[in-house]
């Protein structure tokens, strides 16, 4: 699989429009796989959202601590991921939900600005998701 790239241009953190179709395409494959609710899309996003937050407000004082005290929290998030993919958890199945949310994590951890390109991805991922009817 490509490594997933959110820049068009990286100087100018200009996005890549591609990355919103892909976010589509990648919600729609999600949905039909039909092994992740709502509500388990939304709690992965919502701790996501709260690290983004906490980032956002401590780089105010130090951007590079801040980004070295987020990077093991989305390692955290990623072990959460695997453990719920165990034979009886909550995810079990759900492949694609899981690549996808480690592949964007994996992306998020290479710099500041990745980090934020990844949460408008998979923002975007969710709210298309529920567009798909999930």
Not at 42 to 51: K, P, S, T, V
Not at 105 to 120: C, H, N, T, V
């Amino acid at each position: 699989m490509a490594e997933l790239v959110f820049f068009q241009d990286r100087t100018k953190e200009l996005l890549d429009p591609r990355v919103f179709a892909r976010a589509e395409q990648l919600a729609k494959e999600i949905a039909q796989e039909g092994k992740v609710k709502s509500n388990q899309f939304r709690n992965y996003f919502a701790e996501l959202r709260a690290l983004e937050n906490r980032f956002l407000k401590e780089r105010r004082q130090d951007p590079d601590k801040a980004f070295r005290r987020l990077v093991p929290e989305l390692e955290l998030l990623k072990a959460k991921l695997a453990y719920n993919t165990r034979n009886n958890g909550p995810l079990k199945g759900a492949t694609t939900f899981v690549n996808f949310l480690n592949e964007a994590i994996d992306a998020g951890k290479r710099s500041p600005e990745d980090f934020l390109a990844m949460m408008k991805y998979v923002e975007a991922v969710l709210a298309y998701f529920y567009a798909h009817g999930r």
